[in-house]
C-alpha cells in the first residue's frame, strides 16, 4: 500500500476514534446523570423511610413515598438503557482504538517500505560510484607499479565488516 492510502485510512481512522470518544463521553454522561438521579430518588426514599421507622411520620409521607417509588420504577429502566448504551459505546471505542492502531502500523510499515526502496536505490547509485572508482584506482594503480595487472587486495581492501557482510549476510 501507498503511504498516501495508508495516511489517508491513519486520517480517517482517528477521525472515526474522535467521533468514538466523543459518542463514549455523551454516554457515559447521560449514564451518570441518570444514575444520579436515580441514587437521589433512592437516598430520599430510604431517609423517608428510616424515618418512619425510627418514628418519625408525617402527613406527606404516604404520597412522597409512592411518588418516589414511580420515579425510581421508571428511571430504572432508563438508567439500564443509558448503561447499555455506555457500554456499547465503551465496545466501539475500544474497536476504533485498535483501528487507529492497526492502520497507524499500515503506515510506518508504507514508510518504511518506502524509505527502505529510496535506501536502496541510493545504496545501488554509491555500489556504482565504488565500482567506478575501483576501475580508476586499478588504471592509477597500474601507471603507478608499471605493472599490466593489479588484483585483490593489492588493488582495494574491503573493511572486515563489508568482506563479512558479503560472504556471510552478517551486519555488525
Known sequence: MSIQHTAADLARS???????????????????????????????????????????????DAPTIALLQLDCEGLRPLVARAQEQHQAAVNALQAAQITVQQAQAAHDRATAETAAVALESRLHELESLLLSGIADLDVLKKKATGSLHVHGETLYRFSDRLKRFLQQGVLQ
Do not use: M, P, W, Y
Not at 476514534?17 to 457515559?28: R, Y
Open 14 to 60: 482517528q477521525a472515526e476514534h474522535a467521533d468514538a470518544v466523543s459518542a463514549a463521553e455523551k454516554c457515559a454522561d447521560t449514564f451518570a446523570a441518570l444514575n444520579t438521579r436515580l441514587a437521589e430518588k433512592q437516598q430520599a426514599l430510604g431517609i423517608i423511610q428510616q424515618r418512619r421507622i425510627d418514628g418519625g411520620e408525617c402527613d406527606s
